[in-house]
């Protein structure tokens, strides 16, 4: 599957922004489609995952309460939006898919190009 990351831009501490990840090619319920980010000089983290059927989800401490994976089938979209954000989300955004419910970036095998998200306080 190939994917394409959306809706990154630059915004002020406590506004929102939502993300995009429009995937082509069939997706099987059985997939779990993540949305990670890097800030510079930093590691890649994960921010939040959703399986494709069933729609379950998992967040980063982070984020949780801030943050909101979703997924359109009919659109092959899976969307972030955040709320709140703060300047230490800043960084920038990769959604990928993989096989496993997890959290660690080895685990995804499609990644997206990356939007950049900035917060400024």
């Known amino acids: 599957v190939q994917l394409q990351a959306s809706g990154g831009g630059l915004v002020q501490a406590g506004g929102s922004l939502r993300l995009s990840c429009a995937a082509s090619?069939?997706?099987?319920?059985?997939?779990?489609m993540g949305w990670f980010r890097q800030a510079p000089a930093k590691e890649r983290e994960f921010v939040a995952a959703?399986?494709?059927?069933?729609?379950?989800?998992r967040y980063a401490d982070s984020v949780k309460g801030r943050f909101t994976i979703s997924r359109d089938k009919s659109e092959n979209t899976v969307l972030l939006q955040m709320n709140s954000l703060k300047p230490e989300d800043t960084a920038v955004y990769y959604c990928?898919?993989?096989?496993?419910?997890?959290?660690?970036?080895?685990?995804?095998?499609?990644w997206g190009q990356g939007t950049l998200v900035t917060v400024s306080s």
């Open positions: 990928a898919a993989g096989n496993q419910y997890g959290t660690m970036w080895n685990e995804y095998d499609s």
């Open positions: 959703i399986r494709w059927g069933v729609g379950t989800t």
């Open positions: 090619g069939r997706i099987f319920s059985s997939k779990v």
